[in-house]
């Protein structure tokens, strides 16, 4: 039920239907990360190594620090994982003027082709609806470095 207070409509929800949104959340999180788990745990990998691949691919080049700021991980936790990427083969890293490390990797078309049919199902109208709860759902500063991201920067 949306009611209109000071020219804003505002959406008014029950304890269960955001109950019902949290867990819906989670088990599309679940069926989102399932193929990437799928393929890593054959390969003695886990999503904080699909994580990064995922960003290295989006930005190739990108800095460790970047990387660091986008996972918001530990310098010693995503050394491990880069170690591990780099002795493997899947991430090749190239010292530039500040530390740059250039990868070329690419995001698992299992993924991508999971997120098109949840879209495609849903129609445009549920898909930036979708997109904006979670944008609302990030911390400030989150919501910057995602708005950097989906600008291109």
Same mark, same amino acid.
């Given at each position: 039920? #949306?009611?209109? +207070?000071?020219?804003?409509? $505002? $959406?008014?929800?029950?304890?269960?239907?955001?109950?019902?949104?949290? /867990? @819906?959340?989670?088990? #599309?999180?679940? *069926?989102? =990360?399932?193929?990437?788990?799928?393929?890593?745990? *054959?390969?003695?990998?886990?999503?904080?190594?699909?994580?990064?691949?995922?960003?290295?691919?989006?930005?190739?080049?990108? =800095?460790? !620090?970047?990387?660091?700021?986008?996972?918001?991980?530990?310098?010693?936790?995503?050394?491990?994982? +880069?170690? =591990?990427?780099?002795?493997?083969?899947?991430? &090749? !890293?190239?010292? *530039?003027?500040?530390?740059?490390? /250039? &990868?070329?990797?690419? $995001? =698992?078309?299992?993924?991508? #082709?999971?997120?098109?049919? @949840?879209?495609? #199902?849903?129609?445009? %109208? @549920?898909? %930036?609806?979708?997109? %904006?709860?979670?944008?609302?759902?990030?911390?400030? /500063?989150?919501?910057?470095?995602?708005?950097?991201?989906?600008? *291109?920067?």
């Amino acid at each position: 039920m #949306a009611e209109t +207070l000071g020219g804003e409509s $505002l $959406l008014f929800l029950t304890d269960e239907q955001v109950r019902k949104g949290i /867990e @819906a959340m989670f088990f #599309a999180y679940r *069926g989102f =990360t399932a193929d990437p788990d799928r393929i890593l745990e *054959g390969m003695d990998y886990g999503r904080a190594h699909h994580r990064a691949v995922h960003f290295v691919h989006r930005s190739p080049g990108t =800095t460790v !620090s970047n990387l660091l700021s986008i996972l918001g991980v530990t310098k010693q936790s995503l050394n491990r994982v +880069l170690r =591990t990427l780099i002795e493997d083969g899947l991430v &090749r !890293s190239e010292k *530039g003027r500040v530390d740059a490390r /250039e &990868r070329h990797l690419y $995001l =698992t078309d299992a993924q991508r #082709a999971r997120m098109r049919a @949840a879209y495609r #199902a849903a129609g445009p %109208q @549920a898909v %930036q609806g979708f997109r %904006q709860v979670l944008e609302a759902m990030m911390d400030p /500063e989150m919501r910057t470095q995602y708005t950097r991201l989906k600008e *291109g920067g």
